[in-house]
């Protein structure tokens, strides 16, 4: 019973992490810090590996056979943990689409500079200075 209530524990303490680094990840994105935010994504993952370990094994000792109160409120607030996790989850799903929209955005207004320019700096349209006169074929 009692290593049960450590697992339990252990799990609590491991989503207190998560959040953590979840809502890092969120203010990450909104400073639009990539490096950072890879950095904190690995962390997660880390965090979720053992998390997952943690589960297994709490499933092993009978989660649900027992009905002692302490561990209910426990598992009620490792419940409410992850739903709170979920919803900042949701949240930095939602910002990372949001910037990687403003990078293609960003990404083909450069496309279109580059190919105006192009087209205004060939090596044909140029000035012949010794001549003075400048002929812009372009529409």
Do not use: C, P, W
């Not at 303490?13 to 680094?21: K, Q």
């Not at 990539?34 to 997660?44: A, T």
């Not at 880390?46 to 426990?74: H, P, R, Y």
């Amino acid at each position: 019973m009692e290593e049960l209530r450590n697992l339990l524990q252990q799990k609590k303490e491991n989503l207190e992490e998560i959040s953590s680094v979840t809502s890092k990840m969120k203010d990450a994105l909104l400073l639009e810090n990539v490096e950072e935010f890879i950095l904190l994504l690995d962390k997660r993952q880390g965090l979720m590996d053992i998390s997952a370990d943690i589960d297994e094994k709490i499933s092993k000792k009978g989660l649900n056979a027992l009905g002692d109160e302490k561990i209910s409120i426990m598992k009620k607030e490792i419940y409410e943990k992850v739903n709170e996790i979920i919803k900042t989850d949701e949240e930095v799903l939602n910002l990372a689409k949001i910037f990687l929209n403003n990078i293609e955005k960003k990404i083909e207004d450069l496309f279109l500079a580059r190919n105006v320019s192009r087209k205004y700096n060939s090596l044909y349209d140029k000035v012949n200075y010794d001549e003075g006169i400048f002929i812009d074929k372009k529409e």
